[in-house]
C-alpha cells in the first residue's frame, strides 16, 4: 500500500453543497446534496491511489460531554436529513468502505487512521483547518476544488506555526465555528508570536511571569478554557479498527453501479460523463443495397427507423422483425425504397429529423414518435435518446458517430431500446396523453418537416450589404469605446469589463449583479451603472457616455453574430431552413433554431433591419397572421370574469379598461398593460416593482387595486394554485401536463413553481389554439406554404393575386378556432418582407 486516500465526508459535501443548493429535479426534488456527493466521488476518482476510505460523523460526540456549547449554533442546512440516507445507501452500493466510530467525529476517525496504516503517503482530503496538526512527512492535506496539496511549508506560510504547534494555536485563538473561545484578547497574530517565541501552549503558561501584566492576565483568566479549546482542537487518534489493510481503491468509476439511481433524480449530465463506451460489434453483413431492403419491406413490417447524413448520402437503418438492415440511400432505387418504407407502420426517436433527411414525409405515414411521448410523458425530460434510456433503465444507447461501419452497428444497437421506449409508453402513456400526440402532435410533426424543408427565402444582397455595414459601424464603435475609456479594451471580454469598471474605475458594486466569477457586467448591470453614474466623471471617464456606446456595441454584435452571419452561412440557395423543436419547452409552446427566428428583437430599428432581409418570392406576398391577447382572453375564458368577458365581446380596449378601473385615467394604458400580463405569468410584487422599475409597496398597491377592481380574476388565480398545489401539475386548454413536486420544496421553490403552474396554463393553452389554428389552415389550403411561427404569430408565402381574399378567409378560420366564452381576434398583415408585417 503506497498511497492511501482518506475522505472527510461531510466537510467536502458542505463545500460542494452551496453552489449546488438550487438543484432539484424536474418534479421538485431538491438534489443538491446528492449532487454535491456525486461530483466528490467523480473528482477522487480521478485522483488515483492505493486505498480509499471514507469516514463518517457519528450519531454521538464526546467533545459535547467536555464543552456542551461545542458546535450548539451549528444548524443543518436545508434538505440534507432527507437526502443522507440515500447517499449512505449509494456508498453501500458502491462498495465502497465507509467508517465511523460512535461517540466521535470523522476528524478523529481520519486522525486514527494515518496511526493505524503505516502506508508512506496519505491524503486527506478536507476543507478543515483542523487536520493541520496531522500533517508531516507522510500526511498531507488535499484541496478537491483547487486540486493543491498542503503540507508542511503551507502550513509554515500560511499559520506561520509548524503543524505541531496547531491545537496550541487552536488553544489560544479558539474557533468561533466550533463553539469554543480560547483567549479573550488574543487573536491569530498574538498567537502566533507567542508560539514562536515559547514553542507550546504548556510551556507558555510556565512562563507567565515573563510576560507583560497585561497579557499574563488574560491568559491566566483564561487558562482553563484555553487548555478545554486545545482538548477540544485536539483530535483522537487512538480509536480501533477491525481493518488489517485499507480497502483497495475502485478499478472502474463507483458511480456506474448506481447510475439508476442516478436516471431517477434527473443526474443525465454527470450520466453521460461516466458511461463506459459502448462496445459495438460490427455488422455480420456490409450494408444492404436498397433492391434488398425492398425486398425485405414487400410485407409493410413495423419498422423501427433511423437516419443520418453522411459524406457518402444518408445512412438509413431499419430493424423489423427481429433483423437490421442498413442502406445508403445513393442509387436509383433509393426514392423507391423510401416509398415502400413509408407503406410501413414506423417507430423512431425525433422523426421529424429522420424524415427530413428522407425528403419528407407524406401524407398518411403511419409512425409513432418516442421523442414526443416521453416529453408528454415528462415534459422537462433532456431532450436525448441518452436520457430517455436512462428514464426508462433501459440500455445505454450508442453515439451515431465514426465512420459508416460504426454508425451502422449504432443504429443496430439502438434500435431495440427505441423499440422498448415505444412499448413501454404504449403500455404506461395515459389515454388523453396518447390521443393528444395521435391527434395534434403527430400531426404537427407532419407539418413542422414540411416548414422546414420549404424555408424561408432570404435577400442575399440586402443580407450581405448588411453584414457589411454592421462590420463598419462595429468597427467605429470600438474605436469610440477605445476613445472614451481611455484604453484599448476588448468589447466583448467580460472579464476585462469587469476589472476596467469595478477595480480601475471603482464603480460601486452595489449597482451589479453578483456571478460566481464576480461581478457582472451583462445588460442589466450595464444599465444600471449608467443610470447611477449619469453625468459623472471618474479618472477622466464619462461612465454614462461609455456604457451607452459599449450597450449599442453589444446590441449589434449580438445581431451580427446570431443572425446576420449564420444567415449568410447557413442558407442553402437563398433559403434558411431553421430547425422547430416540440420538446424543448415545458408549457408545449414550440422552439426554433439554427438559427431561433423566434427571437429576432422585431419592435427595435435593428431588429427589423434582420427581419427585412426574410422576403416573399416573385409574385407571392408574405401573410401575417397575429393572434391579439391571446393570454388575456384566455383569462377571460377560465376565470368567467364578466367584465372581462363582456368587455372582449364588446371589442373594448382591455388595457384601457384596466387603466380607468385602477387610475381613473386612460394615459397610464401601459402601466395597466404591464399588469395585466404580469399577473397572468404569475408575477408577485417583487417581480413586478423589477419589471417596472417601481417600488414594492406601489407594486403592492397596483396588486391589491386590480384585484379589488376584478374579484372574480382574484378568486380564480388564487383558486388555480391551490388546485396546482393539490394536484401537482397543472393542465393546458388541451391537455398538456406539466407537473410539480411540492414536496420538501423551499418557499421560494413553491412560488416559483406556482408562478410556473400560472404561466403554463396560459402560455401553454395559447400554444393549443395556435397547434389548432395551424393544422387547420393546413388543412384547409394544403397548397399554401407555412414559413414561420413565433408563439401567437403565423407567417405564410401565398400567391400575390389571392392574397387578399386569403387575408379574409384565413381571418376567419384562425378566430373560429376553438370555442371559447370570449371571441378571438387575428389581426393581418400582408407585405413582401416580414418587416413590413409589423409596420
Same mark, same amino acid.
Given at each position: 500500500?503506497?498511497?492511501?486516500?482518506?475522505?472527510?465526508?461531510?466537510?467536502?459535501?458542505?463545500?460542494?453543497?452551496?453552489?449546488?443548493? %438550487?438543484? +432539484?429535479?424536474?418534479?421538485?426534488?431538491?438534489?443538491?446534496?446528492?449532487?454535491?456527493?456525486?461530483?466528490?466521488?467523480?473528482?477522487?476518482?480521478?485522483?488515483?491511489?492505493?486505498?480509499?476510505?471514507? $469516514?463518517?460523523?457519528?450519531?454521538?460526540?464526546?467533545?459535547?460531554?467536555?464543552?456542551?456549547?461545542?458546535?450548539?449554533?451549528?444548524?443543518? &442546512?436545508?434538505?440534507?436529513?432527507?437526502?443522507?440516507?440515500?447517499?449512505?445507501?449509494?456508498?453501500?452500493?458502491?462498495?465502497?468502505?465507509?467508517?465511523?466510530?460512535?461517540?466521535?467525529?470523522?476528524?478523529?476517525?481520519?486522525?486514527?487512521?494515518?496511526?493505524?496504516?503505516?502506508?508512506?503517503?496519505?491524503?486527506?482530503?478536507?476543507?478543515?483547518?483542523?487536520?493541520?496538526?496531522?500533517?508531516?512527512?507522510?500526511?498531507?492535506?488535499?484541496?478537491?476544488?483547487?486540486?493543491?496539496?498542503?503540507?508542511?511549508?503551507?502550513?509554515?506560510?500560511?499559520?506561520?506555526?509548524?503543524?505541531?504547534?496547531?491545537?496550541?494555536?487552536? =488553544?489560544?485563538?479558539?474557533?468561533?465555528?466550533? =463553539?469554543?473561545?480560547?483567549?479573550?484578547?488574543?487573536?491569530?497574530?498574538?498567537?502566533?508570536?507567542?508560539?514562536?517565541?515559547?514553542?507550546?501552549?504548556?510551556?507558555?503558561?510556565?512562563?507567565?511571569?515573563?510576560?507583560?501584566?497585561?497579557?499574563?492576565?488574560?491568559?491566566?483568566?483564561?487558562?482553563?478554557?484555553?487548555?478545554?479549546?486545545?482538548?477540544?482542537?485536539?483530535?483522537?487518534?487512538?480509536?480501533?479498527?477491525?481493518?488489517?489493510?485499507? &480497502?483497495?481503491? &475502485?478499478?472502474?468509476? @463507483?458511480?456506474?453501479?448506481?447510475? %439508476?439511481?442516478?436516471?431517477?433524480?434527473?443526474?443525465?449530465?454527470?450520466?453521460?460523463?461516466?458511461?463506459?463506451?459502448?462496445?459495438?460489434?460490427?455488422?455480420?453483413?456490409?450494408?444492404?443495397?436498397?433492391? /434488398?431492403?425492398?425486398?425485405?419491406?414487400?410485407?409493410?413490417?413495423?419498422?423501427?427507423?433511423?437516419?443520418?447524413?453522411?459524406?457518402?448520402?444518408?445512412?438509413?437503418?431499419?430493424?423489423?422483425?427481429?433483423?437490421?438492415?442498413?442502406?445508403?440511400?445513393?442509387?436509383?432505387?433509393?426514392?423507391?425504397?423510401?416509398?415502400?418504407?413509408?407503406?410501413?407502420?414506423?417507430?423512431?426517436?425525433?422523426?421529424?429529423?429522420?424524415?427530413?433527411?428522407?425528403?419528407?414525409?407524406?401524407?398518411?405515414?403511419?409512425? /409513432?414518435?418516442?421523442?414526443?411521448?416521453?416529453?408528454?410523458?415528462?415534459?422537462?425530460?433532456?431532450?436525448?435518446?441518452?436520457?430517455?434510456?436512462?428514464?426508462?433503465?433501459?440500455?445505454?444507447?450508442?453515439?451515431?458517430?465514426?465512420?459508416?461501419?460504426?454508425?451502422? $452497428?449504432?443504429?443496430?444497437?439502438?434500435? &431495440?431500446?427505441?423499440?422498448?421506449?415505444?412499448?413501454?409508453?404504449?403500455? +404506461?402513456?395515459?389515454?388523453?396523453?396518447?390521443?393528444?400526440?395521435?391527434?395534434?402532435?403527430?400531426?404537427?410533426?407532419?407539418?413542422?418537416?414540411?416548414?422546414?424543408?420549404?424555408?424561408?427565402?432570404?435577400?442575399?444582397?440586402?443580407?450581405?450589404?448588411?453584414? *457589411?455595414?454592421?462590420?463598419?459601424?462595429?468597427?467605429?464603435?470600438?474605436?469610440?469605446?477605445?476613445?472614451?475609456?481611455?484604453?484599448?479594451?476588448? @468589447?466583448?471580454?467580460?472579464?476585462?469589463?469587469?476589472?476596467?469598471?469595478?477595480?480601475?474605475?471603482?464603480?460601486?458594486?452595489?449597482?451589479?449583479?453578483?456571478?460566481?466569477?464576480?461581478?457582472?457586467?451583462? /445588460?442589466?448591470?450595464?444599465? *444600471?451603472?449608467?443610470?447611477?453614474?449619469?453625468?459623472?466623471?471618474?479618472?477622466?471617464? /464619462?461612465?454614462?457616455?461609455?456604457?451607452?456606446?459599449?450597450?449599442?456595441?453589444?446590441?449589434?454584435?449580438?445581431?451580427?453574430?446570431?443572425?446576420?452571419? @449564420?444567415?449568410?452561412?447557413?442558407?442553402?440557395? =437563398?433559403?434558411?431552413?431553421?430547425?422547430?423543436?416540440?420538446?424543448?419547452?415545458?408549457?408545449?409552446?414550440?422552439?426554433?433554431?439554427?438559427?431561433?427566428?423566434?427571437?429576432?428583437?422585431?419592435?427595435?430599428?435593428?431588429?427589423?433591419?434582420?427581419?427585412?432581409?426574410?422576403?416573399?418570392?416573385?409574385?407571392?406576398?408574405?401573410?401575417?397572421?397575429?393572434?391579439?391577447?391571446?393570454?388575456?382572453?384566455?383569462?377571460? +375564458?377560465?376565470?368567467?370574469?364578466?367584465?372581462?368577458?363582456? *368587455?372582449?365581446?364588446?371589442?373594448?380596449?382591455?388595457?384601457?379598461?384596466?387603466?380607468?378601473?385602477?387610475?381613473?385615467?386612460?394615459?397610464?394604458?401601459?402601466?395597466?398593460?404591464?399588469?395585466?400580463?404580469?399577473?397572468?405569468?404569475?408575477?408577485?410584487?417583487?417581480?413586478?416593482?423589477?419589471?417596472?422599475?417601481?417600488?414594492?409597496?406601489?407594486?403592492?398597491?397596483?396588486?391589491?387595486?386590480?384585484?379589488?377592481?376584478? @374579484?372574480?380574476?382574484?378568486?380564480?388565480?388564487?383558486?388555480?394554485?391551490?388546485?396546482?398545489?393539490?394536484? #401537482?401539475?397543472?393542465?393546458?386548454?388541451?391537455?398538456?401536463?406539466? *407537473?410539480?413536486?411540492?414536496?420538501?420544496?423551499?418557499?421560494?421553490?413553491?412560488?416559483?413553481?406556482?408562478?410556473? #403552474?400560472?404561466?403554463?396554463?396560459?402560455?401553454?393553452?395559447?400554444?393549443?389554439?395556435?397547434?389548432?389554428?395551424?393544422?387547420?389552415?393546413?388543412?384547409?389550403?394544403?397548397?399554401?406554404?407555412?414559413?414561420?411561427?413565433?408563439? %401567437?404569430?403565423?407567417?405564410?408565402?401565398?400567391?400575390?393575386?389571392?392574397?387578399?381574399?386569403?387575408?379574409?378567409?384565413?381571418?376567419?378560420?384562425?378566430?373560429?378556432?376553438?370555442?371559447?366564452?370570449?371571441?378571438?381576434?387575428? +389581426?393581418?398583415?400582408?407585405?413582401?418582407?416580414?418587416?413590413?408585417?409589423?409596420?
Amino acid at each position: 500500500m503506497k498511497t492511501l486516500h482518506l475522505v472527510d465526508t461531510f466537510s467536502l459535501l458542505f463545500k460542494f453543497y452551496y453552489p449546488l443548493k %438550487d438543484l +432539484h429535479t424536474s418534479k421538485g426534488f431538491n438534489t443538491a446534496w446528492l449532487n454535491a456527493f456525486c461530483r466528490i466521488i467523480q473528482r477522487l476518482y480521478n485522483f488515483k491511489a492505493d486505498g480509499l476510505i471514507f $469516514a463518517l460523523e457519528s450519531g454521538s460526540n464526546h467533545r459535547k460531554d467536555l464543552h456542551q456549547d461545542y458546535k450548539a449554533n451549528r444548524q443543518a &442546512p436545508p434538505h440534507l436529513d432527507e437526502q443522507l440516507p440515500i447517499i449512505f445507501e449509494w456508498i453501500e452500493r458502491m462498495g465502497l468502505c465507509a467508517l465511523s466510530v460512535a461517540g466521535y467525529e470523522s476528524d478523529d476517525v481520519i486522525a486514527s487512521l494515518c496511526q493505524h496504516f503505516d502506508a508512506p503517503q496519505i491524503r486527506i482530503f478536507s476543507a478543515d483547518k483542523d487536520f493541520f496538526q496531522l500533517v508531516n512527512e507522510r500526511v498531507v492535506l488535499f484541496d478537491l476544488s483547487t486540486q493543491s496539496t498542503k503540507g508542511v511549508d503551507f502550513c509554515l506560510e500560511k499559520y506561520k506555526i509548524h503543524p505541531k504547534q496547531f491545537t496550541d494555536y487552536q =488553544g489560544l485563538v479558539g474557533d468561533s465555528s466550533d =463553539g469554543y473561545k480560547g483567549v479573550r484578547g488574543i487573536g491569530a497574530k498574538g498567537a502566533v508570536q507567542l508560539l514562536q517565541e515559547w514553542g507550546s501552549l504548556e510551556n507558555l503558561y510556565a512562563h507567565l511571569d515573563k510576560l507583560p501584566a497585561k497579557l499574563q492576565n488574560a491568559l491566566r483568566e483564561d487558562r482553563e478554557q484555553a487548555f478545554l479549546s486545545k482538548e477540544l482542537a485536539t483530535l483522537k487518534s487512538d480509536l480501533m479498527f477491525d481493518l488489517k489493510s485499507p &480497502p483497495d481503491f &475502485p478499478t472502474q468509476n @463507483p458511480l456506474l453501479k448506481i447510475q %439508476d439511481a442516478l436516471a431517477e433524480f434527473e443526474m443525465f449530465a454527470l450520466l453521460k460523463q461516466i458511461q463506459l463506451k459502448v462496445n459495438l460489434s460490427p455488422l455480420s453483413t456490409p450494408l444492404n443495397s436498397s433492391q /434488398e431492403l425492398l425486398d425485405k419491406l414487400a410485407n409493410r413490417p413495423t419498422c423501427v427507423v433511423q437516419a443520418q447524413r453522411l459524406k457518402e448520402g444518408v445512412l438509413l437503418g431499419v430493424f423489423f422483425e427481429g433483423e437490421f438492415r442498413a442502406v445508403l440511400l445513393n442509387d436509383l432505387l433509393a426514392p423507391a425504397l423510401v416509398q415502400q418504407l413509408y407503406t410501413c407502420a414506423l417507430i423512431g426517436y425525433n422523426l421529424k429529423e429522420v424524415f427530413s433527411l428522407l425528403g419528407g414525409v407524406l401524407e398518411g405515414v403511419d409512425f /409513432e414518435d418516442i421523442s414526443l411521448l416521453a416529453w408528454l410523458d415528462h415534459c422537462y425530460l433532456d431532450n436525448s435518446l441518452n436520457a430517455l434510456a436512462l428514464s426508462l433503465r433501459l440500455e445505454t444507447p450508442a453515439p451515431l458517430e465514426g465512420d459508416t461501419a460504426q454508425i451502422a $452497428a449504432a443504429m443496430r444497437h439502438n434500435a &431495440p431500446i427505441i423499440l422498448k421506449a415505444y412499448e413501454h409508453y404504449k403500455a +404506461h402513456l395515459t389515454p388523453p396523453l396518447w390521443e393528444l400526440a395521435h391527434n395534434l402532435e403527430y400531426p404537427l410533426l407532419r407539418l413542422l418537416c414540411e416548414m422546414q424543408g420549404h424555408g424561408f427565402l432570404l435577400d442575399l444582397e440586402y443580407l450581405q450589404g448588411l453584414d *457589411a455595414e454592421f462590420k463598419q459601424t462595429l468597427a467605429q464603435l470600438e474605436q469610440r469605446i477605445h476613445a472614451q475609456a481611455h484604453t484599448d479594451i476588448n @468589447p466583448n471580454s467580460a472579464k476585462q469589463w469587469a476589472q476596467f469598471l469595478y477595480t480601475h474605475l471603482g464603480l460601486e458594486s452595489k449597482h451589479a449583479i453578483k456571478i460566481k466569477t464576480g461581478l457582472s457586467t451583462n /445588460e442589466a448591470s450595464l444599465k *444600471a451603472l449608467q443610470q447611477a453614474y449619469t453625468g459623472q466623471s471618474i479618472q477622466g471617464v /464619462e461612465v454614462s457616455k461609455l456604457l451607452s456606446t459599449l450597450l449599442e456595441y453589444r446590441e449589434l454584435f449580438k445581431l451580427q453574430s446570431t443572425y446576420v452571419k @449564420p444567415l449568410l452561412e447557413r442558407q442553402v440557395k =437563398g433559403k434558411i431552413h431553421t430547425i422547430f423543436h416540440q420538446t424543448t419547452t415545458a408549457s408545449s409552446r414550440l422552439s426554433s433554431s439554427k438559427p431561433n427566428l423566434q427571437n429576432i428583437p422585431m419592435r427595435t430599428p435593428l431588429g427589423q433591419q434582420i427581419a427585412r432581409a426574410f422576403i416573399a418570392p416573385k409574385n407571392c406576398m408574405l401573410l401575417g397572421l397575429d393572434y391579439s391577447q391571446m393570454e388575456l382572453r384566455l383569462l377571460a +375564458h377560465f376565470s368567467g370574469d364578466t367584465n372581462l368577458i363582456t *368587455a372582449f365581446k364588446e371589442r373594448q380596449d382591455i388595457h384601457t379598461n384596466t387603466a380607468l378601473a385602477l387610475f381613473n385615467d386612460p394615459t397610464q394604458r401601459p402601466l395597466a398593460k404591464a399588469i395585466n400580463f404580469g399577473l397572468i405569468y404569475g408575477m408577485g410584487a417583487n417581480r413586478l416593482a423589477t419589471t417596472l422599475n417601481i417600488s414594492l409597496k406601489e407594486a403592492r398597491e397596483h396588486i391589491q387595486r386590480y384585484f379589488q377592481a376584478f @374579484p372574480t380574476i382574484k378568486g380564480f388565480l388564487e383558486g388555480l394554485k391551490e388546485r396546482i398545489l393539490e394536484e #401537482g401539475q397543472v393542465q393546458t386548454l388541451l391537455g398538456h401536463v406539466r *407537473a410539480f413536486n411540492f414536496q420538501g420544496a423551499s418557499q421560494k421553490l413553491v412560488a416559483d413553481y406556482l408562478r410556473e #403552474g400560472a404561466n403554463t396554463l396560459f402560455q401553454g393553452s395559447a400554444s393549443d389554439l395556435m397547434k389548432l389554428a395551424m393544422l387547420a389552415v393546413k388543412d384547409k389550403y394544403p397548397e399554401l406554404k407555412m414559413l414561420v411561427q413565433v408563439h %401567437d404569430e403565423l407567417i405564410l408565402e401565398v400567391p400575390k393575386d389571392q392574397a387578399d381574399t386569403l387575408a379574409k378567409e384565413l381571418k376567419t378560420l384562425m378566430q373560429e378556432i376553438y370555442p371559447l366564452k370570449v371571441p378571438l381576434e387575428c +389581426h393581418v398583415c400582408l407585405g413582401t418582407n416580414w418587416a413590413d408585417l409589423k409596420a
